[in-house]
């Protein structure tokens, strides 16, 4: 069974440029959620994607727009990054109405 | 609003020593799922255990142990023994069982075992 996988490991940005990360369930999950995680911070729920659609979505603003394809996989995006936006991306998968999120390895990205 | 509590930021203690990472959690709903993940320096978010609301029954895993008490609404986690490779940050979250899953994290607490 292939857990979920994250591309890229790190990424280097500057302000007011466009990011785009990039997320594979695992096998069996329909179900895509992304996080946000501040350095020294707990993760902070950004939003979930199931059936391609967004279906639920925290406190971030639309420049944080994201994807799902028919293979499950995902994308999130965020356009004119701001310095605050420097994070680890996290994403977790599920079976729709499953209990336990699993999570990828995350994105660190850094914006100069 | 769902809300999780981890007062401690961090804990150091010696290989073999107990130690308790402590759980607040608060929450208007009746229905709810408690989760613990581990974080090692590598930054990935591996799950330990989910308890749903109905399931007061404490468990043990091997020289893990957790505490549901929904009274005080704590969800307090024990290692037993603890050993180096204990070392990580360690997150409580508390998930509502309706509508979409979203997760709501704790803060965090770094365990430090050193030898």
């Known amino acids: 069974e292939t857990g979920v996988t994250q591309s890229p490991t790190h990424l280097i940005k500057t302000r007011g440029q466009q990011v785009t990360l990039r997320c594979s369930s695992q096998?069996?999950?329909?179900?895509v959620s992304w996080y946000q995680q501040a350095l020294g911070q707990g993760p902070q729920f950004i939003f979930q994607y199931y059936r391609e659609e967004e279906n639920g979505r925290g406190n971030f603003p639309p420049r944080f727009s994201g994807l799902q394809f028919p293979n499950y996989s995902s994308e999130l995006n965020v356009n004119a990054l701001e310095l605050d936006d420097s994070a680890l991306y996290l994403c977790?998968?599920?079976?729709?109405?499953?209990?336990?999120?699993?999570f990828g390895p995350g994105t660190r990205l850094l914006v100069l | 609003a769902q809300k999780v509590t981890q007062a401690q930021t961090e804990i150091s203690v010696v290989e073999k020593e107990d130690v308790t990472l402590d759980c607040v959690y608060e929450?208007?709903?009746?229905?709810?799922?408690l989760f613990w993940y581990k974080q090692p320096p590598s930054g990935e978010l591996v799950f330990l255990i989910r308890?749903?609301?109905?399931?007061?029954q404490n468990e043990i895993s091997g020289r893990y142990s957790w505490n549901f008490q929904k009274s005080t609404s704590s969800f307090n986690f024990t290692i037993t023994a603890s050993q180096v490779v204990d070392s990580a940050v360690y997150f409580c979250a508390l998930r509502m069982n309706t509508g979409f899953q979203k997760l709501v994290f704790g803060t965090g607490t770094r365990l430090l075992v050193s030898p």
């Open positions: 977790a998968s599920t079976s729709w109405g499953g209990e336990t999120q699993y």
């Open positions: 929450t208007r709903d009746t229905t709810y799922y």
């Open positions: 308890r749903n609301s109905f399931d007061e």
């Open positions: 096998s069996g999950h329909n179900t």
